[in-house]
């Protein structure tokens, strides 16, 4: 237990990704408000044992077995205790040994650590949006059982989650998702034809890791957020709504029954709302840069292109009929944007696979936890036979 009641003990699930690594600096920059406890990586050792020599957590997981043993030797003469392999982060999620949970595992695998943490009653502090795309009925039911808070930290469900408080008892209308359009913004189909991995990393306002960065090109990031914000605010998909923003200052906002409309804006840097996820209900002091309205003459809103990025097209079907479809359609998203970063399938060729695998396999209306994984597993198999993987 901590000396210190009062300095929060985090896990980070997912340390050495994009979110992982700016908590890691947010933290740094207030250790009198929070403690490492738990660190876990895929399989980017190099980087998690760097992590561990400086936080000191208590625990450490590594998700590649055949990593363990350079792991363990590198923090032998910490009091780190080191496990390896996807059950062991189930366990460790589980434990007793700290306060939230920053679940940043990239993708479905980040899906049974965070129902682990809930079953054991742990605030969740969620940058992982898969979590709630493929089961977010089994996992807000489980929070709400368990009276486990879970507070976004995708900037879009920050901005949101922030214009909601102290409002309660007031019907939301509809939540406005910006989305900055990504690289792409204003292409044509005849133009993405030839789009290399290179290009779609190239994001022009957010620094995010591969998978994020070439599902905001597509706007499939936008699709899996507007399914997010389904679960994580109880909406019917017509309150949702998508605009394009493509200077980011806004990140979102939420229109009330009377016709008001609260908006939350900032500059576009991921550690503002990893920060208030993890000092949630504190705001605390920081020195990021600040916005300043006289750089930024106009700020413009539009409608999506969703002939030419069908993917959000994909995901407002999967939105509207429920079920195992969003599990399905994320699945083969993930199978599909790791082939395009590896330059097996292209651009364009990613929707197609989606829709293809969203049409062959079985739809479920009211999954169990046990439908959802197989349903996780025969989409991710058709799509990879599709591809020739």
Not at 51 to 62: D, S, T
């Amino acid at each position: 237990m901590n000396a210190n009641a009062s300095i929060k003990r985090i896990g980070i699930f997912g340390s050495t990704g994009s979110i992982g690594t700016q908590a890691l600096d947010v933290i740094a920059a207030n250790p009198d408000k929070f403690s490492v406890e738990i660190l876990t990586a895929n399989g980017n050792e190099d980087l998690l044992i760097e992590q561990a020599i400086k936080f000191k957590p208590n625990v450490v997981v590594i998700c590649d077995e055949s990593k363990y043993a350079k792991v363990r030797e590198a923090l032998a003469s910490s009091d780190s205790k080191v496990f390896a392999g996807e059950k062991a982060l189930e366990e460790v999620a589980g434990m007793d040994i700290y306060d939230l949970m920053l679940a940043a595992i990239v993708g479905y695998a980040g899906l049974k650590p965070t129902l682990s943490a809930i079953n054991a009653g742990k605030a969740i502090a969620l940058a992982n949006k898969e979590t709630l795309v493929v089961a977010g009925d089994i996992v807000m039911q489980t929070a709400f059982q368990k009276r486990v808070p879970i507070i976004p930290v995708d900037s879009e469900h920050s901005a949101i989650f922030q214009c909601l408080v102290g409002e309660t008892r007031n019907p939301v209308e509809k939540i406005l998702l910006t989305a900055s359009g990504g690289p792409f913004l204003g292409r044509k189909p005849n133009y993405l034809v030839n789009v290399k991995r290179e290009h779609a990393l190239q994001h022009p306002n957010w620094s995010m890791g591969a998978k994020i960065s070439v599902d905001s090109a597509t706007l499939m990031n936008k699709g899996l957020e507007m399914i997010e914000a389904k679960w994580l605010f109880n909406l019917r998909p017509e309150q949702i709504e998508v605009l394009i923003h493509p200077q980011s200052i806004v990140h979102s906002m939420v229109q009330f029954e009377d016709g008001s409309i609260k908006a939350q804006m900032g500059l576009p840097d991921m550690k503002l709302p990893i920060q208030y996820a993890l000092a949630f209900p504190q705001r605390i002091q920081n020195s990021y840069p600040r916005c300043d309205f006289k750089k930024f003459k106009t700020l413009t809103f539009d409608e999506p292109d969703y002939r030419t990025f069908r993917n959000l097209t994909l995901a407002i079907e999967a939105l509207n009929k429920g079920g195992n479809l969003a599990c399905i359609m994320n699945a083969a998203n993930e199978i599909a944007v790791y082939a395009f970063l590896r330059n097996k399938l292209g651009f364009l060729d990613m929707t197609d696979v989606i829709e293809h695998t969203m049409q062959k396999v079985k739809f479920i209306q009211q999954p169990t936890l046990e439908e959802y994984l197989d349903s996780d597993g025969e989409a991710r198999t058709y799509a990879a036979e599709m591809i020739k993987l």
